[in-house]
C-alpha cells in the first residue's frame, strides 16, 4: 500500500482533479441549459406549426424528435468538448456509421421521407377512403412508415408509404359527393331511350342513392354486340360504394328483363360470300362433310 501511495503524485492528482471538475460542471451545466431550452421553445413553436397547418403528427414528429434529439446532440458534443473529448473524430466515426446505415436501410429511410411527404402534402388524411395498391378502404392510421387502411371486408392494409407516393391514388372522401358509373350493355335492335327510363326507375328506388344530383343514363360507345350504357348515380358515403354498385347492376339486370329488353353477351358472326366451287369440291372431301353430305 506504501508503494503505490509512493508511486502516485499526489499533488499531481490533485492539480488535474482541480482542473478537471469545473469542466464537468461546466458540461453538466451545458446539458441543462440546452434541456431547459428545449422544453421552454417547445411548446411555442408546436402552436406556431399547429396555426401554419402542418398535421398533428408530423408536427409530434419534428418537435418531440427531430428538434429534441437536434437540440440534445449540440448540447452533447458541446459539453464533450469541455471535458476534453476529441468531437471532431467522434463526429467524423458517427458521419461513416450514419452512411453505412443508410445505405443498409435505404427502404426504411425513403418509406420515412414518404411519410413526410404524406403529412406535408395531405393527399389523404386519417378517416379518408382510399383506393391505393388494388385495396379500397377507409385511412385508420398513417405512420412514418407505413398507411394502414381498413377495407370493406374488414381486412387490415399496410402500404408502404413510398409505395403510395409513387403509385396512382385515388381518394373518395376528398370533395363530398361521389359518382359511381355502372356499364351497362343492351342489344343493338333495342331502344336507347326506352332503356333508359326502365334504368332510371330501377336505381331511383335504392337505397343510399341520391336524388339531387340525379341518376342519369348515358351511351358510352357502340360495341361488338351491345350499345355501352353507363348508368351514373351520386352517393354521400364513399363507404357504401362497392354495395351500391353491386345493387345497381342487379336492380338493372331484373328491371331490363322484366322490360324484355336483350342484354347481349359477346358473339361473332360470319359472313361467306363469293367462294369459289372449286373450294366447296375440295371441302366435300373431308369426312366430317362427306357424312353430313350423305
Known amino acids: 500500500m506504501e508503494k503505490i501511495l509512493d508511486s502516485l503524485d499526489l499533488t499531481r492528482l490533485t492539480t488535474t482533479l482541480v482542473e478537471f471538475v469545473p469542466r464537468v460542471g461546466v458540461a453538466i451545466a451545458i446539458l441543462i441549459v440546452f434541456w431547459l431550452v428545449y422544453r421552454v421553445t417547445r411548446r411555442p413553436i408546436h402552436a406556431v406549426l399547429l396555426r401554419a397547418e402542418f398535421h398533428q403528427k408530423l408536427v409530434e414528429l419534428l418537435i418531440d424528435n427531430i428538434y429534441r434529439y437536434a437540440i440534445l446532440l449540440i448540447g452533447v458534443v458541446m459539453a464533450a468538448d469541455q471535458i476534453g473529448i476529441n468531437v471532431t473524430a467522434a463526429l467524423a466515426g458517427i458521419g461513416v456509421a450514419g452512411i453505412a446505415l443508410g445505405f443498409a436501410a435505404q427502404d426504411s429511410v425513403a418509406n420515412v421521407i414518404s411519410g413526410i411527404l404524406i403529412f406535408w402534402d395531405k393527399p389523404f388524411i386519417v378517416g379518408d377512403w382510399i383506393k391505393a395498391e388494388g385495396e379500397f378502404g377507409q385511412v385508420v392510421d398513417i405512420t412514418l412508415r407505413t398507411t394502414r387502411i381498413r377495407t370493406n371486408r374488414n381486412t387490415f392494409v399496410v402500404v408502404p408509404n413510398k409505395t403510395i407516393i409513387d403509385a396512382v391514388l385515388e381518394n ?7 359518382r359511381i358509373d355502372v356499364p351497362i350493355g343492351i342489344a343493338y335492335k333495342e331502344d336507347v331511350r326506352e332503356a333508359r327510363k326502365v334504368l332510371l326507375e330501377a336505381v331511383a328506388k335504392l337505397d343510399d342513392v341520391l336524388q339531387d344530383p340525379a341518376p342519369d343514363v348515358v351511351v358510352d360507345g357502340l360495341g361488338d354486340s351491345s350499345v355501352n350504357l353507363l348508368v351514373r348515380v351520386w352517393i354521400h358515403d364513399p363507404k357504401v360504394l362497392p354495395s351500391v354498385r353491386c345493387r345497381i347492376v342487379e336492380a338493372s339486370k331484373i328491371s ?39
Request: hydrophobic content about 45%.
Open 256 to 294: 331490363l328483363d322484366q322490360a324484355g329488353i336483350q342484354i347481349p353477351f359477346p358473339h361473332l358472326q360470319l359472313f361467306v360470300d363469293d367462294v369459289e366451287e372449286r373450294v366447296w369440291k375440295q371441302a366435300a372431301r373431308l369426312p366430317a362433310l362427306r357424312s353430313e353430305a350423305s
Open 172 to 178: 373518395f372522401s376528398k370533395h363530398g359527393e361521389l
